[in-house]
């Protein structure tokens, strides 16, 4: 299919590098995305979109570079100039942040607008009247199929000004002299890798390490357990370690021991102060001695430090 | 470097004698494209993919499941609540099975679209058909499984719907519940369609299926000169093998992602009475189910042609599409009745999926 740029219409052109461009790059960004899951960032969310922006910018720069040189060499028959990924997507990323707020207001607009008038339709008596499901029906087909036409414009708007980007870069390309089967087999090998088995081990190294990954980070249990299975939270017991409480029960016995030979000296102590307190008294009142023994033989003797 | 064969050369060598390895191989690696690989071919490989993903956690899911209706719901719990990684698995299973009725449509979309019904590919579409139902038999029969609210009430709308059938439905019906009302019988039939006779059945046709396709060679793309389809063509292996591992790459992160963000939580435990809960079949066939609510399809004649006759007839115009279709004529943008008549069924089933979500709100 030999066209000239100035006879593919700016549509057809951006199409052919941008419906390729998106898909080559979406099995990349899955992984990106199932990472960031992983790593609890939802890619719906501020940080989590940043990151996914982030990351898919050299993957976007990679595939638009990759779909435009096919189409170049295959489509226009030229050959694709220097940066022409780099070129397209600086213009690419120029172009979105001016169109896409843009069309998201004419889109988000023309929703709400067909959404009231369809609404209004739906207010008339004699469709009042019909069933629910038939009232659902026609509303839902009336607004989103304006709303679609819309959309569809607005696709093609922003296909019709990145075509033209295209169609400017083949400015700077040269026609190529080289047959259909030497062409195809340019664009066949700018696919294949120069160092095959350095991409074959980078891929299988990557795979190996998202398998850890993703087994790493994924809980035992379910994170959305039913409300008549939420098991209460149940701190485990501290492991016992053997040597530290042996250690433990030695260090007790021992102080244990201290205290009972401690005890055991205090009583030896008392018992001699007293014995020598006996016999101080013996020598002076033998009879006063008598007599306190006999009239206290109930008193027990004075616990000594330690004994109950 | 020593000539003298290793150990694995000797046995290749011992099996290729006997069995043709190598002829075998060639036949099955070097099948020439034309016109190139392509993405838009990948389906068919990722279709079987997801199949055997569903074959092993399935069957790793029947280590744990008790097919009986005492059970079955406590069982599946056990696995969510209690089985390492269960709740992984079961969510894995549930979001494949989604999967591969998305793939299903892409698939035949794609065929479709490509005028690859066409001949001499008659019988591969027909087998297509056969393996498009046998899917859609899969999602209903497993439906049931867990026994929760959700799945005894739609498998029940579903069987009620079926008794619609004139002269048969009575019988298929009965068949499929296993008795007057849906109970333990129904589940044990459900079981034994979804884990032997509908795997078994889908195994065959896919091997046919592919036979056939391989018989009657890729159909290619429909644009293109003869010298530019032959300048571009591939060979299976190893380009449209790589682009068929990527895609199925893609599909299985996928399917973790959904798994790990909406993993599969249970309603209640069935019961013969439907409560609060207003019974809904699975996504793919909401646009059926919101279609039944119309006034047009009221009454007994009218659920009858919303739910069988309808259907029915759709699907045997699909049958004798290549019968009908005999413009050898491929490029879609040159058919306009087909392309306009598949955008119109696209459009018609997403808008009726759509209007089944918003009624629910008026359930009430």
Known sequence: MTEQPVNMPPVKLGLAVAWPALWTGIPIKIVVVLLLLAAGLHPWEPVGLAFLLLLSIPIDIWAVGLSARTVFLERLRMQPPEGLGMALWWKGMALNVVYFPLAYIIESQTIALSKAVAGHIMEIELIKAWPVAERISIELTLWSSIATLMLIMLLLGWLFLFGKFVAKQTTAAQSSDASYQALIRQWDLIRVPSDQPLLLTAFTASGVLLVFLFWGFMPVTTPHPHEQYKKDEVKAPPAIKPTEVLQKSEKLLAQAEGAVQALEEQKAKEEAELSKSRSKSKGKSPAKDAAQGKAEPGKPAKPGPGKP | ?364
């Open chain 2, 1 to 364: 470097m020593s000539g003298q064969p290793t150990a694995l050369e000797k046995i290749l060598a011992f099996v290729d004698e006997r069995v043709g390895l190598k002829h075998l191989q060639a036949k099955m690696l070097n099948e020439p494209v034309p016109g190139g690989s392509r993405w838009a071919y990948v389906f068919g490989s990722v279709l079987l993919f997801i199949f055997i993903m569903q074959a092993v956690t399935g069957i790793l899911l029947m280590f744990y499941y008790v097919p009986s209706a005492d059970h079955a719901y406590a069982s599946t719990q056990y696995i969510i609540h209690e089985v390492d990684y269960g709740w992984f698995l079961l969510s894995y299973h549930f979001w494949g099975s989604s999967a591969m009725v998305v793939m299903v449509f892409a698939h035949m979309s794609q065929v479709f679209l490509w005028g690859a019904y066409k001949k001499p590919r008659e019988m591969i579409w027909l087998v297509g058909l056969a393996l498009f139902g046998i899917v859609m038999g899969f999602g209903f029969t497993g439906y049931l499984l867990p026994w929760d609210q959700r799945a005894y009430w739609a498998t029940t709308v579903g069987v009620e719907i079926m008794d619609k059938t004139p002269i048969v439905g009575d019988f298929m019906a009965r068949f499929l519940k296993g008795g007057p009302t849906p109970g333990q019988m129904t589940l044990s039939r459900f079981f034994v369609i979804h884990v032997m006779i509908l795997p078994a059945t889908l195994m065959g046709l896919a091997g046919l299926h592919i036979f056939l396709f391989r018989k009657a060679g890729p159909a290619g793309p429909f644009r293109g000169s003869v010298e530019e389809l032959k300048a571009k063509t591939d060979y299976f292996f190893p380009r449209q093998i790589w682009k068929d591992m990527v895609a199925m790459g893609a599909v299985f992160f996928t399917i973790c992602s959904l798994a790990f963000i909406e993993p599969v939580v249970l309603l209640e435990e069935a019961t013969p009475d439907p409560g609060e809960y207003h019974p809904e079949p699975e996504w793919y066939f909401l646009f059926l189910f919101q279609l039944l609510r119309l006034k047009i399809f009221s009454g007994e004649f009218g659920q009858f042609l919303g739910a069988i006759a309808i259907p029915g007839a759709f699907m045997a115009l699909l049958a004798a599409l290549p019968f009908i279709d005999r413009s050898p004529e491929r490029n879609i943008f040159k058919r306009p009745v087909a392309l306009v008549g598949w955008i119109l069924v696209m459009a018609g089933i997403l808008m009726f999926t759509v209007s089944a979500i918003i009624n629910r709100e008026f359930l009430d």
